[in-house]
């Protein structure tokens, strides 16, 4: 079993930054994909990236691609999401996934974190 926990979330205006991190709890962590998504008030969860169990490959929704970045630290069973020129459309309940198998960007993961809020104010 694998527990996630999200944090770093926060209000921030638009065109500022801020890095999510996801602390893992697990004996085989390094093994597994990791992904954020995202859930927007009265929207329905949607992906944001994700990354391979070694951190050598990557992906990213189109809305995100270029100013989102995600990477992890397998010795500090982190991941993470840095986050730059925010805009007002990126305010979401964030959340970490890991996924028992193949990297996938729908919302087919195993293990979910409670999510963190992010506020972009314009």
């Known amino acids: 079993q694998v527990q996630l926990v999200e944090s770093g979330g926060g209000l921030v205006q638009a065109g500022g930054s801020l890095r999510l991190s996801c602390a893992a709890s697990g004996r085989t962590f390094s093994s597994y994909p990791m992904a954020w998504f995202r859930q927007a008030p009265g929207k329905e969860r949607e992906f944001v990236a994700a990354?391979?169990?070694?951190?050598?490959?990557?992906y990213y929704a189109d809305s995100v691609k270029g100013r989102f970045t995600i990477s992890r630290d397998n010795a500090k069973n982190t991941v993470y999401l840095q986050m730059n020129s925010l805009k007002p459309e990126d305010t979401a309940v964030y959340y970490c996934?890991?996924?028992?198998?193949?990297?996938?960007?729908?919302?087919?993961?195993?293990?979910w974190g409670q999510g963190t809020q992010v506020t972009v104010s314009s």
């Open positions: 996934a890991a996924r028992l198998g193949v990297l996938r960007t729908d919302r087919q993961y195993d293990y």
């Open positions: 990354i391979s169990w070694s951190g050598g490959s990557t």
